[in-house]
Nanobody
Framework: VQLQASGGGSVQTGGSLRLSCAAS????????IGWSRQAPGKEREFVAA???????????DSVKGRFTISRVNANTVSNTVNLQMNNLKPEDTAVYFC???????????????????WGQGTLVTVSS
């Protein structure tokens, strides 16, 4: 699977941004897709994940109610996963990565912070 993230930028506290992940997969393969982030001086952490069908979603407690993950054209070889981020806080400042587990793994691999595939990161900066 190939993952291409976009949409980062700079906003003030309370602002919104939408990140997009363009996922290209082999025909017949199905991938859950997620987002992780890494703040300066901190370890990478799970943010959100969505199942290959788009029917199930998971969120880190720190972003519940503010972030929404969605999937367009699920179960196709080229689909997009969006992360709508509202009411952003300075602690959301990080490099955000689009992720995917092995095609045979469950989505829990993403929730546990154990993806196999990582896209390039996109920087989100929230100023107070």
């Amino acid at each position: 699977v190939q993952l291409q993230a976009s949409g980062g930028g700079s906003v003030q506290t309370g602002g919104s941004l939408r990140l997009s992940c363009a996922a290209s997969v082999r025909p017949g393969r199905r991938y859950h897709i997620g987002w992780s982030r890494q703040a300066p001086g901190k370890e990478r952490e799970f943010v959100a994940a969505i199942s290959w069908s788009g029917d199930s979603t998971y969120y880190a407690d720190s972003v519940k109610g503010r972030f929404t993950i969605s999937r367009v054209n699920a179960n196709t070889v080229s689909n997009t996963v969006n992360l709508q981020m509202n009411n952003l806080k300075p602690e959301d400042t990080a490099v955000y990565f689009c992720t995917a587990p092995h095609s045979d793994d469950t989505i829990i691999a993403l929730v546990q912070g154990k993806p196999m595939y990582w896209g390039q990161g996109t920087l989100v900066t929230v100023s107070s």
